[in-house]
């Protein structure tokens, strides 16, 4: 059984997730707007990969015998001023969305709740993994500076993602 302060900051980060979700979804159509179809596809992938995340904490909850409760969801920024901002944005996101998985591991160890520490080690990890995806797109970017035949090839690799 989770504690009442385990469950509501699960709860909180389940928000969190479509908060991203809904961030990267608000990209897209930065993108999609800007004739960005590869980087639009890109953001669509990020923003669904933020629904698995959301759900696999959902399902967490429930196996636990918590109680899941969804929360109002903000309103993602919409308009950016360039795909490297975009990029730039993400990256500080990832580093938040960081911050947020470790407070709640350190939140599991003070609990002494075992169960939830393992189960937060996927998130751990995927976090490195995250940021280290972004960080590399805005690696690229900052080579390509604003050069339009750079960005149309970025925009072609990165509408290649799986
Ligand atoms: Fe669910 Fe991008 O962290």
């Given amino acids: 059984m989770l504690s009442k302060k ?10 969190a997730e479509y908060f991203s979700s809904y961030l990267y979804l608000s990209m897209a159509a930065y993108f999609q707007a800007e004739n960005l179809n590869g980087m639009a ?4 992938k990020q923003s669904q ?3 698995m995340h959301a759900l696999k904490i959902f399902d967490y909850i429930d196996s636990r015998g918590g109680k899941v409760t969804l929360t109002a969801i903000d309103a993602p ?3 950016w001023k360039s795909p490297l901002a975009v ?7 990832e580093a938040h969305v960081t911050s947020l998985i470790h407070n709640l591991v350190n ?5 002494k709740d075992h169960a939830t520490e ?3 080690i996927w998130f751990v990890n995927e976090q490195v993994e995250e940021e280290d ?14 050069a339009p035949s750079g960005i149309f090839l970025m925009d072609r690799e990165l509408g290649m993602r799986a």
């Fill in 6 to 15: 385990m469950q509501d900051a699960l709860n909180q980060q389940v928000n």
């Fill in 41 to 44: 596809t890109w953001m669509k």
């Fill in 49 to 51: 990969e933020e629904l």
């Fill in 77 to 79: 920024e919409t308009a």
């Fill in 87 to 93: 990029f730039e944005a993400t990256c500080k996101h």
């Fill in 107 to 111: 939140l599991a160890k003070a609990e």
């Fill in 118 to 120: 393992s189960f937060l």
């Fill in 133 to 146: 995806t972004a960080q590399q797109i805005v690696a690229k970017l900052k080579l390509v500076k604003d």
